[in-house]
């Protein structure tokens, strides 16, 4: 069966560091796009960064643009999330997700993916 479990997340201080890591299994990885969302307690779930099949184009949130990356790992069936210049604003659960987005615009939305992870919980301490 599909899975994706996230892991990589914890507490940092601002302006610190992490790198989430995504671990697909299930399906064949090269043929999904790939997301990352937030969701922070009582606030909807908000597109962070996604990428393509290939891993050729990305699509980044303006909140987190210039500080965030997003790559993929075909070989490993491992996506990634590497954050930095860490925000107390940036605390949220991360979750991981794989679709088969027909149009660019389908990776920026929650409904344009199949199968979603867990979560991990990232902490942004001011």
């Known amino acids: 069966q599909v899975q994706l479990v996230e892991s990589g997340g914890g507490l940092v201080q601002a302006g610190g560091s992490l790198r989430l890591s995504c671990a697909a299994s299930?399906?064949?990885?090269?043929?999904?796009?790939m997301g990352w969302f937030r969701q922070a307690p009582g606030k909807e779930r908000e597109f962070v960064a996604a990428i393509g099949r290939s891993g050729g184009t990305t699509y980044i949130a303006d909140s987190v643009k210039g500080r965030f990356t997003i790559s993929r790992d075909s070989a490993k069936y491992t996506m990634y999330l590497q954050m930095n210049s860490l925000k107390p604003e940036d605390t949220a659960v991360y979750l991981c997700a794989a679709g088969r987005p027909s149009y660019s615009v389908d990776y920026y939305r929650v409904g344009g993916y199949d199968y979603w992870g867990q979560g991990t919980q990232v902490t942004v301490s001011s």
């Open positions: 299930g399906f064949t990885f090269s043929r999904y796009g």
